[in-house]
């Protein structure tokens, strides 16, 4: 279900440099929970389609000033090329929210090191505000991290790491995972016209399913195995299925292999940043 639109006070104002897929899901995520579209300011040279109200610029060039809160999208290869346009617009101490999967902050932080660097792994979810956020940085306060969460809490729910390191598998999980979820939603339409019904059909259960259990799950008191066993009887249909699924923990294995990929890749970008 969509979060409802109401006001939000003292929203900070925002420069997205690079606003794809992730940064237009935040900025949608914010504006339906409130936040004035004046309140946003993009540079991107392709986007469009952003809610009325929002300052569109192709280049930084048109820009003029400062910004004390950045959200960086660009693609992490685009970095070394576009820092000095990010950061002439960047006053001291401004803080700079990095989308940027596999790059460091020290990187970061070579690049802009008057910043204050935080990384961010949202997902698309942000949108609705449902999406994980994990977050990293040895810059803030306690203070701050409190008003970074206030602005970040229409989009979802906050998870401070301990280690930079974690952000790599927070990636992997939170980042990427919904991916993963929509490949295994269209396995279970594509399965479910294998065995009779018309692929419309079976796509739509499919996805009501999906919706069901994950509502349920995240409001009930059982863990996930726990739901799974009250849906199971000895001998039944259930049953007969989750044998496929649990054989040689299949599913457990490939979920584990899938993550871990993803994982090692982050951790290759950024070894590749470096380099």
Not at 72 to 77: A, M, R, S, T
Not at 96 to 123: D, E
Not at 234 to 243: E, I, N, S
């Amino acid at each position: 279900m969509r979060h409802e639109a109401g006001p939000m006070t003292r929203f900070p104002h925002i420069l997205i440099f690079g606003c794809g897929n992730m940064g237009g899901a935040m900025l949608r995520g914010w504006v339906a929970a409130g936040a004035p579209t004046e309140s946003f300011t993009v540079i991107d040279p392709v986007a469009s389609d952003l809610p009325e109200g929002v300052r569109l610029y192709r280049t930084a060039d048109e820009l003029n000033g400062t910004y004390d809160t950045v959200l960086l999208g660009i693609k992490p290869q685009m970095l070394s090329a576009l820092a000095p346009d990010i950061a002439r617009l960047l006053p001291p101490d401004a803080l700079l929210l990095s989308l940027l999967a596999g790059t460091r902050t020290v990187s970061l932080s070579s690049h802009f090191p008057n910043a204050r660097v935080v990384r961010l792994m949202p997902n698309l979810a942000a949108a609705i505000g449902k999406s994980p956020l994990g977050l990293f940085s040895t810059q803030l306060g306690s203070n701050d991290r409190a008003e970074l969460e206030r602005d970040l809490s229409a989009l979802g729910t906050a998870v401070w790491l301990e280690e930079e390191g974690q952000m790599d598998a927070v990636t992997a999980l939170a980042g990427s995972g919904p991916a993963f979820v929509y490949r295994f939603i269209d396995a279970l339409a594509q399965g479910g016209s294998q065995i009779g019904l018309a692929p419309e059909t079976a796509a739509r259960l499919a996805l009501a399913m999906v919706e069901g259990a994950t509502q349920l799950a995240t409001a009930a008191n059982e863990t996930p195995a726990e739901l799974a066993a009250r849906v199971t009887s000895p001998g039944g249909t259930t049953a007969a299925g989750l044998a496929v699924l649990d054989a040689d923990d299949a599913l457990t294995r490939l979920v584990q292999d899938t993550l871990r990929a993803a994982k090692n890749r982050g951790a290759e970008l950024a070894m590749g940043e470096n380099d």
